[in-house]
């Protein structure tokens, strides 16, 4: 892959070009865009950018992060606080997602979609209301080990940090989850998963490429 330097708006502005002149896989009204990184990469950054760029050029967006998604603490924690293959499979509750924010926006789907379900900080049910995304209108859902779940994404973005990077910018607290980002580089591959990687060891001076098939 060939990476060359952008800035923050431009690489906002050519993703947000990209997304207004894609369809849907599915051939169904809306479009399902994700923004894969690990924390330290800051994909909910990228995310909001990409979802407020869009509504400028009229379409109606719909932001999620996975954050709003985490499983309870007692599943989350039920091998230990700090155990990353749990990190890597359980943290995030994945058949919630599916159910509440990718079914609804399949074809002949009704386009209600839970923004988020439970929060971390209280362990509790959000208890949000649903929300409606009109027929034409875009899903921007960011957060980390999104790819090789079998998402229905019509464009994929990856934060990459090296090895090195994501180590030095991951605090010291949350350093026990850097074998399950090894893991997701093992059996996923994200940079050649995605069909736009996005250098950020440097935020000052990301670099971004495309896919064979991106």
Same mark, same amino acid.
């Given at each position: ?12 502005? *050519? ?53 709003? @998604? ?8 039920? @091998? ?32 209600? =979609? ?6 971390? *900080? ?57 074998? *399950? ?14 069909? =736009? ?18």
């Amino acid at each position: 892959m060939r990476f060359e330097a952008i800035t923050w708006e431009r690489l906002t502005d *050519a993703l947000a070009e990209r997304v207004m002149d894609l369809k849907a896989a599915d051939g169904g009204p809306w479009l399902r865009v994700g923004i894969d990184g690990a924390p330290a990469a800051r994909p909910e950054e990228l995310g909001r950018r990409v979802a407020e760029t869009l509504r400028l050029r009229g379409r109606s967006v719909l932001a999620v992060s996975t954050e709003g @998604f985490l499983r309870p603490a007692s599943l989350r924690y039920e @091998f230990g606080r700090e155990d990353p293959d749990t990190y890597y499979d359980g943290w995030f509750d994945t058949g919630a997602l599916w159910r509440e924010v990718f079914g609804p926006l399949e074809p002949g789907g009704t386009g209600r =979609v839970l923004p988020d379900l439970w929060d971390p *900080a209280t362990d509790r049910a959000t208890r949000s209301p649903y929300q409606l995304l009109p027929e034409s209108g875009v899903l921007v859902l960011y957060g980390p080990m999104l790819l090789g779940r079998w998402f229905p994404f019509d464009l994929t973005v990856h934060l990459r940090l090296s090895a090195p990077a994501l180590r030095r910018r991951t605090e010291e607290s949350a350093r026990w989850t850097l074998p *399950a980002f090894e893991r997701y580089e093992r059996e996923v591959g994200p940079g050649e998963a995605a069909d =736009v990687v996005v250098r950020v060891d440097d935020f000052r001076h990301p670099a971004w490429g495309t896919t064979a098939g991106g």
